[in-house]
Every structure is written in structure tokens, then in C-alpha cells.
């Protein structure tokens, strides 16, 4: 049975941003910084999802290999998925992976201010050891595989063999390792790529995601065997205010 997540937003100026630190909706323009309280409540909820999603008991036991992929191609996977791995390589000792898989639009690589190479797309094309497409970042446990620019559809798939002994050979190197895929509604990469990985974190956004189309993404993903690890409400707002709901 999946577990439901949910990131808080409090406020626009709090919502999670985008790795170029803009949020989705706004842009055009560069918002101020989101005051310490809304950062630690982000924080606080990341921290919580990573608990609920690797963890049981406390202990180390949950899925090694999870994708992430929004609903909708304008998806908050590429804001979510590299925070989940920094939150996880500061809770575990052993290596974090984190892959940009979304082709058409990776955006890794500027969330963690990391050159876009040599990356996924190389890796897929060539024989050499996965560590020389990854880039160790300043965790000592944490390492970024990025995507190098935008790529054309279809690699995947056009090396499908290549990719599966690609997946295989991250878990060898890698403890974790947590994909950015493509949005499922328009990418089948997407669908390759959780079934590939021990399951698929779906991420659904408050007022944004249609009902018709989440529903229908599950029902692909269950007739491809594609587990469902979990979905994530992401920007969801509260009509209170957050002191107020935090003592509820």
C-alpha cells in the first residue's frame, strides 16, 4: 500500500523553489528569500518524507532505488527529489546517489551549482564505469549523475539494454539512488525508468494535478507493474495560519 506525503506551503514567498531558485509559478521574477520559519517547515517535511519513505522503525529497510515524476509536464520532481537526497545523505552513512533522468528539461545540476556533465545521456552511449559519469559533491556521501543539456526523446529507449545494465551497475555503487524523471503524462522514459527502480514517488500539486490524469497515470503504472512507493501533495496552502496549525 503507497504511503500519501505532503510538502507544506504556507505562503507563495514560502513554497519550495526551483533549482535555479525561482519558484514554478512566478518565473519572471525573482522572489525575496523565504524567512527562516518557512525554510525549517519545508525542511521539517522533507525530513519527514525521507523517515516515512526509507526508513521503518527507524532502521534502514525501505526502497533503494526510488523515481520521482510529477503528473504534469510543469512538475515540482526537479525542486523535490534533489532536497529528498541531500536529506538523506545527511541521515545515513552510506553513498547517495542523484540522477537527472528528465531529459527534456534537467535542472540537477543548477540546484546543486554542478557542471552539467558528464551525466546520464554519456553513460547510455558508452561502456565506461558509472563513477566516471557522476560528480562526488561537497557531502562526502553524496553524488550527482546529471543530464548534460537537453537531450532527444527516445535514448532511453533507444538503449534500453545499456540502460538496465546502467541501473544494475548504480546499485552496485550506490547505497541509494533517487532518479528525476520525466513527467508521466507525456514521457514514456518515465514509466521505463520506475520499473527500473524499486517504485515511483508521484508528485501531486494542490489545485494544479486533474484528477482524470492522476488516475489514469495509476492505472498505467499498475498495467506496467510499476510499484507506487508513495505520492507527494505538493503546494498545498491552509486557510490558518501556520503557528495556529502547527498547535493542532
Not at 521539517?44 to 516515512?52: D, H
Not at 541509494?176 to 500539486?205: K, M, S
Request: glycine share 4%.
Amino acid at each position: 500500500m503507497s504511503k500519501n506525503f505532503e510538502l507544506l506551503q504556507q505562503a507563495a514567498k514560502e513554497q519550495l523553489v526551483t533549482p535555479a531558485g525561482v519558484p514554478m509559478a512566478v518565473r519572471r521574477s525573482t522572489p525575496s528569500p523565504a524567512p527562516a520559519p518557512a525554510r525549517d517547515i519545508i525542511q521539517e517535511e522533507i525530513t519527514k518524507l525521507v523517515q516515512r519513505l526509507f526508513f521503518r522503525d527507524g532502521q534502514a529497510g525501505g526502497p533503494k532505488v526510488v523515481s520521482f515524476s510529477g503528473i504534469a509536464r510543469d512538475n515540482r520532481s526537479s525542486a523535490i527529489c534533489p532536497r529528498v537526497a541531500e536529506s538523506l545523505a545527511a541521515q545515513v552513512d552510506t553513498s547517495v546517489c542523484v540522477v537527472d533522468a528528465n531529459f527534456l528539461s534537467p535542472q540537477l545540476h543548477s540546484h546543486f551549482i554542478a557542471g552539467n556533465r558528464p551525466g546520464l545521456a554519456p553513460a547510455l552511449a558508452s561502456e565506461g564505469s558509472i563513477r566516471n559519469f557522476a560528480i562526488p559533491l561537497s557531502s562526502r556521501n553524496l553524488w550527482l549523475m546529471p543530464m548534460p543539456s537537453r537531450t532527444a526523446k527516445g535514448d532511453m529507449h533507444t538503449h534500453v539494454e545499456r540502460c538496465r545494465a546502467l541501473f544494475a551497475e548504480l546499485r552496485e555503487e550506490f547505497s541509494y539512488i533517487l532518479i528525476n524523471a520525466p513527467p508521466l503524462t507525456r514521457e514514456p522514459e518515465a514509466t521505463l525508468i520506475g520499473q527500473l527502480a524499486d517504485g515511483i514517488v508521484l508528485i501531486v500539486e494542490a489545485n494544479q494535478t486533474r484528477r482524470n490524469a492522476a488516475r489514469q497515470v495509476k492505472e498505467r503504472l499498475e498495467a506496467a507493474q510499476v510499484k507506487i512507493l508513495g505520492t507527494v501533495l505538493d503546494q498545498r496552502t491552509f486557510p490558518i495560519p501556520d503557528f495556529l496549525y502547527r498547535r493542532l
